[in-house]
């Protein structure tokens, strides 16, 4: 395929700049053997860049945009809504709109897609960007697809994620934006996986999160899910939610909330074998990228497929280790009522007068802002006991 136009077979994790995290993240995905990722393409940073430059005033727009306080609400929404009207109002280059058809002409001319903002800053291994730009699930027919494709492009602009970047120091003016476009699957089941618990921060434990229908009754809040924990190819813990409802495609386009019959609203949407199945799958993708991972997946026909994966950015940072030796960590500045995290001058004047043998570092890197700091702290504020052991 051109420059605008990536098949999701040609992307791998190594094409962020063209393609954003969450298209890197999918092309990487197909390569993973015995992992199934719904065929499609990826419309790339150059097409985006085409369009911002033709966009009236974008870079004063931006300009001021950049230099806002993150706590100022009303000046963010006030300012990122006209960043977005002015994408939303520039016309659709000609050559561009060419490439996403020819894609398209693979697929055939009513085929279903989720159409997927995926910018160059989410799902990274410092800050995931989860849910701060916008995908539109069921859009069927090449014009629909394009409106959704700029659509997702303005989605770089809206109040949460301008908001995100700003507090985590991210350039408003070098945000990029590639859209990717999958062929619709339309799930009896979906949800998320954790390859290492959320909660505990276990890295021997996987986590399932599961849904009937869609997973945006899941994402959106709408529903709690079936929640089970595996370890060793076992499910050593499980609740099974009340689910009044699910989320469905419609016939013509878009997603219909369906209520679930009382009856059938605590029957779980996996089996005990379904679960254990898909933490296996999650284990080997979790071996691929070499990192705990949040991994969104649907389950049609008897068969997962994945659909997202992210670095989980929020585990209690276990120190490395040369052997495999469970351990126990004791976060020496909470037993001492130091409920903030340690400063980078703080540490450093710790570690020179402290034996290195008995002090590991368990927290962020010295070169992070004090808001990550705050963010990525070792342990909660009560101290407690990580029980993992260094994987």
């Known amino acids: 395929m051109d420059g605008y136009v990536l098949d999701l077979r040609e992307i791998d994790r190594t094409r962020v700049p063209a393609v954003g995290g969450k298209g890197a993240h999918l092309g990487e995905l197909s390569r993973v053997e015995g992992v199934r990722v719904p065929a499609g393409f990826c419309v790339t940073t150059d097409a985006f860049r085409r369009v911002m430059e033709g966009a009236p005033s974008i870079d004063d727009r931006l300009d001021r945009l950049s230099r806002l306080d ?13 960043v977005r009207r002015t994408i939303e109002g520039t016309a659709f280059p000609d050559d561009v709109a060419a490439a996403i058809h ?52 303005a989605s770089l602009f809206t109040e949460r994620a301008v908001t995100y970047r700003l507090r985590n120091g991210f350039d408003q003016r070098k945000a990029r934006m590639a859209v990717v476009v999958q062929r619709m699957v339309f799930p009896r089941a979906a949800g ?29 809040g709408l529903v709690n899910p079936d929640v089970h924990r595996v370890r060793d190819d076992e499910v050593i813990a499980g609740v099974i939610a009340t689910k009044p409802l699910a989320v469905h495609a419609s016939p013509e386009g878009g997603t219909r909330r369906q209520p679930i019959a009382p009856a059938r609203q605590r029957e779980p949407a996996l089996t005990d074998a379904q679960v254990v199945r898909l933490a296996r799958l999650g284990r080997r993708i979790e071996a691929h990228f070499g990192c705990p991972l949040d991994i969104e997946w649907c389950l049609a026909d008897d068969d997962f497929l994945i659909v997202q994966s992210r670095p989980i950015t929020t585990l209690f940072p276990v120190p490395e280790a040369a052997d495999r030796a469970n351990r126990v960590y004791v976060s020496v500045g909470h037993q001492q009522m130091m409920t903030d995290p340690l400063k980078p001058l703080g540490l450093s004047l710790w570690q020179m007068t402290t034996p290195g043998r008995c002090v590991r570092r368990a927290g962020a890197c010295s070169s992070m802002s004090p808001h990550d700091w705050r963010r990525r702290r070792a342990v909660p504020t009560s101290w407690r006991p990580s029980g993992v052991p260094t994987r």
């Open 70 to 82: 993150p706590e100022d609400r009303e000046a963010i929404r006030t300012r990122g809504a006209e």
């Open 102 to 153: 020819r894609a398209l002409l693979r697929f055939g001319e009513r085929t279903a897609y989720a159409v997927r903002s995926s910018a160059t800053t989410e799902d990274s291994p410092g800050a995931s960007f989860a849910g701060q730009q916008d995908t539109y699930p069921n859009v069927v027919g090449p014009e629909a697809v394009l409106r959704h494709v700029r659509l997702c492009w």
């Open 192 to 220: 998320v996986l954790f390859t290492a618990d959320p909660v505990t921060s276990d890295r021997t434990v996987t986590c399932v999160e599961a849904v009937p229908g869609l997973g945006e009754a899941l994402v959106s």
